[in-house]
């Protein structure tokens, strides 16, 4: 056999044979994205724990954590992440610029955790006319919630901090250091940074964003997928989900444990842990389910879209979550 057809059948074995150990998504990898944050329990207990890896038993995982969702965003559609823990309106964005075509929710993750928590004085959403709130990000899940309550309190907002209320979009470090020098009249923020707000900064609850929702149930971290590698690769996503419902049920079953548990992970990725009050008072506002609370999420940009703060441009919503694989692994 001559050199050339050798080389000619050595490119071909090659190229046969890419395909079966995964192509551009990696050789039997899962790269998964996560936040230091509690409202990502599930994905701190299934790492640490090694759920997540024996399930998904040949299939390497792959883990990068995020402190923002735009981060992780970016990271799947450029195709470096497989699937990640999100927020459902950093899911919603996603969904939206790709024209509903690059990523996938395929199941939930938690349930509340959010609140406005404003200084003693202020007992109404009328005492917060003429004065400055913080949320986390503009056009972010909580961002958008404060902005439409204060709407539905008769109070304008505008994304360049004017209004009746000036909703100024920051860190939340900077949010409890303003707040506790009195520059800031309230904040809209999630678990732990509201009970820190209350523990730490001597704020109270003005709204429990429970009590606004059908059940007090509204969607606050879901699990994402890139579509093309739900479709490329259905066992490992499926492994990955079998690894999140164990988890998932753990919180549930064991919450004392849960909260240090998750703490110790915290400290462990951040250096620094959660102050024990802190959690536990956190960890009752928290509901830690499979279900993605689609009805919620649905609202929410509908919110946002309303307030300018997203275009649709008219995508339909619905595909963006696609039920099958979860019930095949938790009928």
Same mark, same amino acid.
């Given at each position: 056999?001559?050199?050339?057809?050798?080389? !000619?059948?050595?490119?071909?074995?090659?190229?046969?044979?890419?395909?079966?150990?995964?192509?551009?998504?990696?050789?039997?990898?899962?790269?998964?994205?996560?936040?230091?944050?509690? %409202?990502?329990?599930?994905?701190?207990?299934?790492?640490?724990?090694?759920?997540?890896?024996?399930?998904?038993?040949?299939? &390497?995982?792959?883990?990068? %954590?995020?402190?923002?969702?735009?981060?992780?965003?970016?990271?799947?559609?450029? #195709?470096?992440?497989?699937?990640?823990?999100?927020?459902?309106?950093?899911?919603?964005?996603?969904?939206?610029?790709?024209?509903?075509?690059?990523?996938?929710?395929?199941?939930?993750?938690?349930?509340?955790?959010?609140?406005?928590?404003?200084?003693?004085?202020?007992?109404?959403?009328?005492?917060?006319?003429?004065?400055?709130?913080?949320?986390?990000?503009?056009?972010? %899940?909580?961002?958008?919630?404060?902005?439409?309550?204060?709407?539905?309190?008769?109070?304008?907002?505008?994304?360049?901090? $004017?209004?009746?209320?000036?909703?100024?979009?920051?860190?939340?470090?900077?949010?409890?250091?303003?707040?506790?020098? #009195?520059?800031?009249?309230?904040? !809209?923020?999630?678990?732990? !940074?509201?009970?820190?707000?209350?523990?730490?900064?001597? $704020?109270?609850?003005?709204?429990?964003?429970?009590?606004?929702?059908?059940?007090?149930?509204?969607?606050?971290?879901?699990?994402?997928?890139?579509?093309?590698?739900?479709?490329?690769?259905?066992?490992?996503?499926?492994?990955?989900?079998?690894?999140?419902?164990?988890?998932? &049920? !753990?919180?549930?079953?064991?919450?004392?444990?849960?909260?240090?548990?998750?703490?110790?992970?915290?400290?462990?990725?951040?250096?620094?842990?959660?102050?024990?009050?802190?959690?536990?008072?956190?960890?009752?506002?928290?509901?830690?389910?499979?279900?993605?609370?689609?009805?919620?999420?649905?609202?929410?940009?509908?919110?946002?879209?309303?307030?300018?703060?997203?275009?649709?441009? $008219?995508?339909?919503?619905?595909?963006?979550?696609?039920?099958?694989?979860?019930?095949?692994?938790?009928?």
């Amino acid at each position: 056999m001559s050199l050339t057809r050798r080389r !000619w059948l050595a490119s071909l074995l090659v190229t046969l044979l890419v395909p079966a150990c995964g192509g551009g998504d990696g050789a039997a990898t899962l790269r998964l994205g996560y936040f230091p944050n509690i %409202t990502h329990a599930s994905a701190l207990v299934g790492v640490e724990d090694g759920i997540f890896a024996r399930e998904l038993g040949a299939t &390497k995982l792959e883990t990068f %954590t995020f402190n923002a969702g735009p981060a992780a965003i970016e990271a799947l559609l450029s #195709g470096s992440l497989d699937a990640s823990y999100v927020g459902p309106n950093p899911a919603i964005n996603a969904h939206v610029k790709s024209r509903g075509e690059a990523v996938r929710i395929v199941a939930g993750a938690t349930s509340g955790g959010a609140f406005l928590i404003v200084r003693p004085d202020i007992t109404s959403a009328a005492d917060l006319r003429g004065k400055q709130v913080a949320s986390p990000q503009l056009g972010g %899940t909580q961002d958008v919630a404060l902005r439409s309550w204060l709407a539905a309190q008769g109070l304008t907002t505008d994304t360049a901090g $004017g209004g009746d209320v000036s909703v100024v979009p920051q860190e939340n470090a900077q949010t409890l250091e303003r707040f506790r020098e #009195g520059k800031l009249a309230g904040a !809209w923020v999630p678990e732990p !940074w509201a009970s820190r707000l209350v523990l730490e900064g001597g $704020g109270k609850v003005l709204v429990d964003e429970r009590d606004l929702w059908p059940d007090g149930k509204y969607t606050t971290t879901v699990l994402l997928v890139r579509r093309e590698f739900l479709e490329r690769h259905p066992d490992r996503v499926e492994a990955l989900l079998r690894g999140h419902v164990e988890a998932t &049920k !753990w919180l549930v079953a064991h919450p004392d444990e849960a909260r240090g548990k998750v703490n110790g992970v915290l400290e462990k990725l951040t250096g620094k842990p959660i102050a024990e009050a802190v959690i536990t008072r956190a960890f009752t506002s928290l509901t830690f389910s499979t279900d993605p609370q689609m009805a919620s999420l649905a609202k929410s940009a509908a919110d946002a879209a309303e307030l300018g703060l997203l275009k649709l441009n $008219g995508i339909d919503l619905a595909p963006l979550h696609d039920p099958g694989p979860l019930q095949r692994v938790a009928p």
